[in-house]
């Protein structure tokens, strides 16, 4: 974690955001919070804030619940995804 | 103060940030903390962690410190002003 990304950013939430317009990446949240280095009950508690702010919705496959990214979510991720790159670069 | 900007921002710097990026706006410290309804001293001291990190440069003019972004900060002001953008839209 970056002194620039801690002053700025709440970290963990921008990286899940982040995370979920990444094609690459699993859209479970036991996936995601391996990624992100965060509890899953906090992972889950973040996904839910994101969901009521219609940032992203989920569809129950099987046993899991898989996320996507609404055209919303997806808008805010780019910029966010940029303000991480700057900060790392 | 939006949802969205407590959940994935820490406001005041973002804020701070992207002000000084702003052309029109007054680069002192007096200034900055009443357009961003910041206290005088914590305004003081996130400028403080942004002078640390690189971000900004100040300059003395008379008995007030004028402040500019460097080249980093002006990197990271664009994505940040753009993710508020976003989250307002």
């Known amino acids: 974690l970056s002194s620039l ?8 939430p ?7 317009n ?3 990446s699993e859209k479970y949240a036991s996936a995601i919070s391996k990624k992100v280095d965060c509890t899953y009950s906090h992972t889950v508690r973040i996904l839910q804030r994101m969901e009521n702010e219609g940032l992203i919705t989920s569809n129950k496959k099987g046993r899991k619940k898989e996320i996507s990214l609404t055209e919303k979510g997806e808008k805010l991720a780019k910029p966010l ?3 991480l790159h700057q900060m790392n670069f």
């Open 22 to 24: 990444d094609p690459s």
């Open 14 to 20: 921008v990286k899940i955001l982040v995370l979920l």
């Open 81 to 83: 995804a940029e303000t």
């Open 5 to 12: 990304e801690e002053l700025f950013l709440n970290v963990k």
